[in-house]
């Protein structure tokens, strides 16, 4: 049973354009959520967070959206490069005092120079 | 060390064969997690433990996986008796305090039980 749902496994996207990655889920107890990007033989390392409490969060080139009440949020990388094609991972947190976090199946993105 | 360090990087098995998966957090961090990442898909938690308790082994599958701690620092992911539904790449990852606090992940420890 998934409750992080990434339904696009891969995207491509021009350099310089704005990807959008997105993310469903399932739990209304998550409070907490992340993104994660992978590249190939290495583990994944965290790349930006927002808390339940917000609806945006930016950081650089990087800006995550969360819309609670239809239990989706969003990564947006603008502009792209090809150094961020890797697959990224959305992943989730109950409240406070959770021990893990749920992940989605990932989606790779592929930023064509 | 400057990050999570796992080893072996690459593990074949035969099956029924016992295997141990080796973690070394960054040093200091209080809290370590093993996940399981099978192909195509996203890591899943297996269990957690802060300093040298596992408080949480809930995702382990079945009573052939095993994980200790026992001196806060490094940790042991044993599988007996490996399966071929066992074969994944199993991720360890540590963080400063608490489980709310980043993940810092290590590159994993491929095992493939032929």
């Known amino acids: 049973d998934q409750q992080v749902k990434q339904n696009s496994p891969s995207l491509s996207v021009q350099e310089g354009r704005i990807s959008i990655l997105n993310c469903d889920y399932t739990?209304?107890?998550?409070?907490?959520f992340l993104w994660y990007k992978k590249y190939p033989a290495e583990g994944p390392t965290f790349l930006i967070s927002?808390?339940?409490?917000?609806d945006k969060n930016e950081d650089g080139r990087f800006t995550v959206f969360l819309n609670k009440s239809a239990k989706h949020l969003s990564l947006h990388i603008v502009p792209s490069q090809p150094g961020d094609s890797a697959v990224y991972f959305c992943?989730?947190?109950?409240?406070?005092?959770?021990?893990?976090?749920?992940f989605g199946t990932g989606t790779r993105l592929t930023v064509i120079p | 060390g400057a990050g999570v360090s796992q080893s072996p990087r690459y593990k074949v098995a035969k099956r029924g064969q016992d295997v141990a998966l080796r973690c070394d957090p960054i040093?200091?961090?209080?809290?370590l997690f093993w996940y399981q990442q099978a192909l195509g898909q996203g890591p899943e938690f297996l269990t957690y433990?802060?300093?040298?308790?596992?408080?949480?082994k809930s995702g382990l599958p079945s009573d052939r996986f095993f994980a200790e701690r026992p001196e806060g620092s490094v940790s042991t992911l044993k599988i007996q008796r490996t399966q071929q539904e066992d074969s994944a790449v199993y991720l360890c990852?540590?963080?400063?305090?608490?489980?709310?606090?980043?993940?810092?992940f290590g590159s994993g420890t491929q095992l493939s039980v032929l």
């Open positions: 992943a989730a947190s109950p409240q406070t005092g959770a021990n893990n976090l749920f």
């Open positions: 990852a540590s963080s400063l305090a608490g489980p709310e606090e980043k993940l810092f």
């Open positions: 433990f802060q300093n040298e308790a596992q408080l949480d």
């Open positions: 927002i808390s339940s409490i917000k």
């Open positions: 040093s200091g961090h209080v809290s």
């Open positions: 739990n209304s107890m998550f409070d907490y």
